[in-house]
DNA sequence: CGACTTTTTGAGGGGGCTCAAGCCAAGTGG
DNA sequence: CCACTTGGCTTGAGCCCCCTCAAAAAGTCG
């Protein structure tokens, strides 16, 4: 089986061989990590790029005064936000939440593949870039549509990206979240959550049990959250492509491994 | 004076010389764009980078009950984002709230600046990885302030964003916003937005009266907003500096221009 | 079984919303 | 120079969505 951040990033760009090998190469050393676990905190500083293999985990921040906020959900193939990396600002804490496989690829050998592989880079890139289109979606989800809604949108975007990872199963889907997780996702009380769960199930839209998502009619279910997945379909336009694809060639040239 | 865009792009990357000259040239051609216009509809495809020069403007997205929410600022030196250019996804609008001086680069140009200066390219990316900071920072601020919080945190941003590109006079600025921009950015109700401004007022946090906002002390604002500017503090870690910077001498060598 | 986490339910209250009207400043045109 | 318009700000009243507190019920796991 291919590994799934090389899936991950070829839905953006097709790589080379060599471009995967060297992927594969620098997520070969993975670890595991129970459910429910705190894979970096807020406050280390981030020793490389995190990615996950296998399970489910979120990015979160905290505030002073105890609140939580999960500011993303990581799927297997997603890897934390780059800014952690590059840049040495602040960064988002990042949790299991089921049972993970995780890799971490250092600075240096993330240097070292943009600087070899720029394809590969190029679709690291883009997938920092579907990041940032999520996080805008989730704005606009939080910021102005109601409770119903809001998680209606929610588990529409998960059970597609689901989909896309290849993990779920016709009309369901496991999400290893608690209602407080919903909430502290959501910008809600786990209350109210409670509540909203329950209106949509007697409503017929969804049922959520025990981190099991049924979704009878997935096309009903965007239809009433507003959820159009456009957002999540990346694709490289060409003109990128092949400059990259001409770098990668000269760099071939110029340094054969 | 130099480009407000490369004074951007440096605050992430020092560039070299053919790096600056490189992007001027990209930047040069800009076009005057009235306040409160639509400079890119959500719906049109997106031609090219924009890049804002001068002026002040915003991403947003509509809702089909009418709603609107802003998912971003975009202040002299900033650019619209990557995705849009990128990726063919779908992406925010972008409206002047200011009169603005625009810049449209073209995925053509962006694709040869990508391939021929490396170390431009990637203080681009940068720069795409801090907005990704800020719309994490946006999630919390929405999700999990209360209202007046969420006020001083958005001020507290644009104010420290301003110092950031010279465009704040000691502890006034001017913000071209009105109380129902606000309210679209920070999902509250206009009428709730004025009440909110001046109970804040009447604390003597700050005062925000036709565009102008006037903060006598930031610090106890920031300490009331729960607000820490580091994420707004971009800088590229060395490793993938140098990197960069490497091959940006091959580049050289192979392919003067 | 006993300790624990998660879900569910109830009751009451408050933060923020909606609707609607009045106000103020800054144009615009006669 | 003054009516008239217009867009934004302000206020009031009423209410509903969602929150908090608290406790019971239902799973979960050693």
Redesign the interface.
């Known amino acids: 089986m291919t590994h799934p951040f090389i899936t991950r990033l070829e839905r ?1 760009i097709p790589l080379s061989g060599p471009d995967r090998d060297a992927i594969e190469r620098l997520t070969a050393t993975t670890r595991t990590v129970p459910a429910r676990q705190v894979i970096l905190g807020e406050d280390e500083p981030a020793r490389g790029l995190c990615v996950v293999v296998q399970g489910f985990a979120c ?1 979160f ?1 905290h ?2 005064d105890g ?3 999960i ?2 959900f990581l799927l297997p193939g997603d890897c934390s ?3 952690a ?6 960064h ?1 804490g990042i949790a299991s939440l089921a049972p993970c496989l995780v890799a971490t690829v250092g ?2 050998a ?3 593949l ?2 070899r592989h ?1 394809l590969a880079g190029c679709a690291l ?2 997938a ?6 999520i ?2 979606e ?3 989800n ?4 109601s409770a119903d809604r809001r998680v209606a949108h929610l588990f529409s975007e998960l059970l597609t990206r689901l989909r896309q990872v290849g993990r779920s199963a016709g009309d369901r889907c496991v999400l290893p979240l608690t209602q407080e997780d919903l909430a502290d ?3 809600l009380s786990t209350v109210h959550v409670n509540r909203t769960l329950q209106a949509l199930r007697g409503s017929g839209l969804l049922r959520f049990n025990r981190g099991v998502l049924t979704v009878p009619d997935s096309r009903q279910l965007e239809s009433f959250a ?1 959820f ?1 997945p ?8 060409t ?2 492509l ?3 694809a ?2 990668d060639v ?2 071939a040239d ?1 340094a054969p491994r």
């Open positions: 953006t990015c921040s505030l002073r609140g939580r906020q500011t993303g936000s780059l800014p990396v590059l840049l040495g600002a602040r988002a600075r240096e993330l240097a070292d943009l600087l720029p890139w883009s920092a870039l579907t990041q940032e289109q996080l805008r989730w704005i606009v939080i910021g102005a549509r996702t959501l910008g507003g159009t456009d957002y999540l379909e990346a694709r490289v336009a003109e990128i092949l400059a990259c001409k770098r000269a760099e110029r």
